[in-house]
């Protein structure tokens, strides 16, 4: 991949941009390892190939003199820099506190502590971040067109498919005994990417291409949305039978990972297509209102009788969801987010600097790492690209509206899941998802005043507009 990254900074940003956007999933994969031990780290690939991208992007744009964001995608990103300034801004809380404050261990009943000083690592923590944020923004100009969103969602559900097939890969690998090719695409030296090591019911558990499970649940579940339009034969990115075949072989690994991110996610996806179906008048209120209590009943039924006359269901019930807060790792995240909320009471403005706090939510962790300021810009940012969305949110009969709704609701999975689990800013498809969420908002106002206008020009023009099925610049 570095002689491929290489030519394609001399050759051709769109091959960077495609190998970019298929490498997102893979957080478990460097193209370079760094030290050794505790400290080694990983070059991801996503975050090379990234990298590679903005450059040549900022190399086209100097040559041209242009570095202005487009008008259509402005609101959102300048919330968006807001929250990165006002983690940038926090990194000024431990030069203040300068080692008056105890951070204590994270591991329920360590009690250790280590003073709290300005070290590199919130320095990474940050550019971390602001490399995220430049990707999203960069993400959204770059898909502002039919063709180029159609693209991008193309590479994108291929990517997916292929983390599928091989977390399958490493599920028969892990019953049948054969050994693992893990340094394939489990290459990176971080210890934190050793996810496919763990053990569950005597088995390693999937975690494919992530760093562990939960991030490869976190990926799969969050791009689902992607065949939405097939199953409701509204269009396809590939084709109705391909892509309702991506969505099964989707959902297999994520049902086999054991993971509650897995089997959460899937409820917060389930429960929140109800009101995107009705907001683009897919089904009726009545029709939603019986679905939803059919599936709803068959789910339950299936569950329980599973769990009740399969002990192995039953097992991967209880340890993933029924017993995860009485279990070790259950237990250490409530501990985390007790400790942080504590330090977001001593230092309410700014916190104590990202990247000085663990916690396993989003709201204790944007809370403890930057404050009421820098969660007040993170939340704003967040919704500013919703309510977009929401607004515009039209019947789906246009390229525009399909991937509208599909990355609309892929995002709003994605946040309400992280609520849960913490913001994963290290990982590349959170910043690929806000991206193209951004991208597809950008016309929120305008198409109301356009229709408002047509509207009364119609009253002398009999002639029909069908406004619902056209993108109005």
Known sequence: MLPVGLAGLLLSKKWLYRFFVFSTLFSATSVANFGAGDDASGLQIWMFFGSLWLLRLIIDHALT?????????????IWLIAFLFAASLSLIMPLYIDGRLGITNSNYNDYSETPLFLTWHNVTQVLYLIFG?????????????????????????????????WGLFQFFCNITGIAYPDYIFNNSASGSANGYLENFLGFNRISSVAVEPSIFSLGLVTLLPLTLPAWLRKGAVFSVSFDRFCAVVFIIPLILCTSSTAYVGLIILAVLLFPFLLRTHTISIATALRFAAIAGAAVVAGITIAASSIPLVSDILSAALLNKYSAGSGMDRAWAVRLSFGYFQKYPLLGIGWGSSTSHDLIVK????????????FLGAMYCVIHANWLVLAPLVSPMNLSRAVWSLGFTAFLSICILIAFPLPFGNFWLILGMAISTGWNAGSVQTHIVHAESQNQSNPLPLALDRVDLP
């Open 133 to 165: 944020g430049a990707i999203a923004i960069s993400v959204a100009h770059s898909n502002l067109e039919d063709e180029d969103r159609y693209e991008t969602e193309r590479i994108i559900l291929l990517s997916a498919l292929f983390v599928s097939i």
């Open 366 to 377: 944007l809370l403890s790492n930057v404050g009421i300021i820098g969660t007040f810009t």
């Open 65 to 77: 003199f242009s570095f202005s964001i487009d008008k259509r995608i402005l609101r959102p990103c």
